[in-house]
Nanobody
Framework: QVQLVESGGGLGQAGGSLRLSCAAS????????MAWFRQAPGKEREIVAAVNRSGTRRYYADSVKGRFTISRDNAENTVYLQMNSLKPEDTAVYYC?????????????????????WGQGTQVTVSS
């Protein structure tokens, strides 16, 4: 199994920055892709960004392109989400997720159902 623990959430200001971290433990060698999802109150969970194991492929939701950057440190089994130019609409619970499928080596999925492992979530609140 894989365990994921997020950290770094909190209160940010519009136009400011926050950095989220997700530490993976357990059978980390099976992870082929990691992603960040978010869920705002009353809304469905949506993908924010994803990265494959080697870091050569990245996916970003249109809403965060140019503002957020996903990166990973395989030596530390950690994935990061650098969030810049924050907007109030970025307010949500952010979840880290991992995909162990072979497909994820080449193709990053934006669908939450494709990710088997999830963290507990961290709240991000952006004030205007």
């Amino acid at each position: 199994q894989v365990q994921l623990v997020e950290s770094g959430g909190g209160l940010g200001q519009a136009g400011g920055s926050l950095r989220l971290s997700c530490a993976a433990s357990g059978r980390t060698h099976i992870i082929n892709a990691m992603a960040w999802f978010r869920q705002a109150p009353g809304k469905e969970r949506e993908i924010v960004a994803a990265v494959n194991r080697s870091g050569t492929r990245r996916y970003y939701a249109d809403s965060v392109k140019g503002r957020f950057t996903i990166s990973r440190d395989n030596a530390e089994n950690t994935v990061y989400l650098q969030m810049n130019s924050l907007k109030p609409e970025d307010t949500a619970v952010y979840y880290c997720a991992a995909d162990s499928s072979l497909r994820a080596v080449a193709v990053l999925s934006p669908r939450s159902a494709e990710y088997e492992y999830w963290g507990q979530g961290t709240q991000v609140t952006v004030s205007s």
